[in-house]
């Protein structure tokens, strides 16, 4: 198993990853349900949120970003590596994921202080 082969790997989980948080914003959007993945720290008890529909509202379109990006980077990263090179697209895909992962990540601590 060589180098590129785990690279592809974590392609695909990626891939797999912006799939399940656009998931996770459609059951948060819809149902109302908390999926502690990508909304909470480890330790938090999700039945105290002080306003489960204000948490939902402010978290699923960021959530809803998050995995279009996610998903989208990994696509691109696959399309790269299997079919045509497009090295540029790929690099600036990636820039775009980490700031958005690390976007994403103030935004979660913010509303956790906010809503738990």
């Known amino acids: ?6 690279y592809n790997m974590l392609d695909l989980l990626v891939l797999g990853c912006g799939f399940y948080a656009m998931y996770s914003a459609w059951i948060l959007q819809r149902e109302g349900k908390i999926v502690r993945t990508f909304l909470v720290f480890k330790e938090t008890d999700v039945d105290s949120c002080k306003d489960l529909q ?14 279009g990006v996610m998903a989208a980077y990994g696509g691109v990263s696959l399309l790269n590596t299997y079919v045509v090179s497009i090295e540029t697209l790929f690099w600036v895909m990636m820039a775009v994921f980490f700031a958005v992962l690390f976007w994403y990540g103030y935004e979660v601590k913010k509303a956790m202080k906010k809503y738990f």
Request: overall charge neutral.
């Open 1 to 6: 198993m060589g180098l590129d082969s785990i």
């Open 54 to 67: 204000g948490f939902a509202n402010c978290m699923s379109p960021k959530l809803w970003t998050l995995g």
